[in-house]
Every structure is written in C-alpha cells, then in structure tokens.
C-alpha cells in the first residue's frame, strides 16, 4: 500500500531528515585519516539523542549502530568499528532517524583528505546520477522514468547500478511502498502523484554492478571490489516539483 503524505507530515518528514542534515554536516568535518569509524557512529548518535530523536537504524534486524559506514568497495550496511579512515579512502554515511514518529534517511559519500582522480570521478558521477533522478520526481512522470534517468547518466559514465538494493517510500515507516530501484524502463511504472515521498539512493559501481555480503552478516561490497558510492536524499512530490527534505 503506497501511503501519500500531507503537507503537515511532510513538514514533519523535513524535521527528521534536517537532525540527519546536521549529522550529516560534524561528519563531514569529522572525516580525516586516522578518525576510527566507531568514533564516528558515536557521535552522531549523540547529536540525534540530543535532538530528541532516536537513530532508526540502531536495533533494524538487530544492527547496533546508528550509522552505516562504507568505505572504498564496500557498497552499504559497513558496521563502525576499529577501523581508523586512511587518506584517500572514500567513505558512505548512511544515516536514519526517528522523530516524533516520522523517518529521515540520507547519504552521503565523502573523501578522505586527497583521493585519486579514478575515486573524484565515481564520487561526483554518483552525486549527479542523485540529482537527475531527483529532477524526474514530479507529479505526472512515473517511477521508473526516475529509476532511467539515473540507470542511463551512470552507464553512459562507464559505471553500473547496484540492482541488489534499492530506495524506497518513507513515511511512518522506514522502509514503505513502493520500492525505487536505480534501473528500470522509462514511461513504467506507478505515475507519480504529489504527496508521494521517497528515498532515492543510487549505488554507483566503479566495476560490474555485482555485490556480495561479507561474513558479518551486513557489508555489502561489489564483488570485483571495485569502488562504489552512495547518495541519498528524502523527497517528496509536491505540485510545485521536488522537494529535497534533506537538502543541506
Ligand atoms: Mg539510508
Ligand atoms: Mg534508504
């Protein structure tokens, strides 16, 4: 069941997602070589308990932390732990929190110091894949004209689309209807009506667009162990186009 929102809880929707902006935000002045991914998750767990909200993903199908971190071939889903950031690392946060009953949902993948010309390409290429498919969510259009816009930009880059995980609808509920995958056939699909909110994410594969799970239960890396990204935003359909909820 696909649930449409009202402007008052897309307001609310803007809340939740705005604690994960701020998050988002220390990280990124937080993330140099040596800081551990631990240290990371700590305190971003710390600002969202400080805004009165809780980390969405801390207790998901048992994972005890509130941030995904990902970094180089790992695709999503990295578990903080000892591992200490190196210069030229790249690196996903994947943040989620809830907020008097509402859920926000946002990525982002960083550089570490200076990364090489291969990891800037694949980093900005993921980030504008984000955007055109963001630029598709507009009443009238269907899903998967969405899903095309970035399938079409990311391939005709040379890069390939997870097809493994997708976005989704976000509401009361972290994960709803409908799903969002990052390919699909342009004019299918459900059509897009305003209300509709959604958390597009494309994955961006340096390599084939195959991933695996490690024996943690969690990471997902692509199997060539080539790099990936990873860009989310929460959005929403309004009559006057797109509205980012977590735009910076
Ligand atoms: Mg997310
Ligand atoms: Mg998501």
Known sequence: MIC??????????RLANQIVVSVMKTMKGLIKPGVTTAELDRIAEE???????????KGYRGFQHALCVSVNEEVVHGIP??????????????????????YGDHAWTFSVGTV????????????QSLHLGIEKMRVGNRLFDVSAAVQEYVE??????????????????????PQLPNFGTKGSGLRLKAGLVLAIEPMVNEGNFEVEVLRDGWTVVTKDRSLSVHFEHSVAVTE?????????
């Open 4 to 13: 449409l929102k009202s402007p008052e809880e897309i307001e609310k929707l």
């Open 47 to 57: 600002i969202i308990l400080k805004e009165g909200a809780k980390p969405a993903f």
């Open 81 to 102: 732990g000892k591992r200490k950031l190196q210069e030229g690392d790249i690196v996903s946060i994947d943040c989620g929190v809830l907020r008097e009953g509402f």
């Open 116 to 127: 090489s010309e291969k990891a800037e390409k694949i980093l900005k290429a993921g980030e």
């Open 156 to 177: 005709a880059e040379g890069y390939s689309v997870v097809r493994d995980f997708v976005g989704h609808g976000i509401g009361k509920e972290l994960h709803e209807e």
């Open 240 to 248: 006057s186009g797109p509205d980012i909820l977590s735009q910076w």
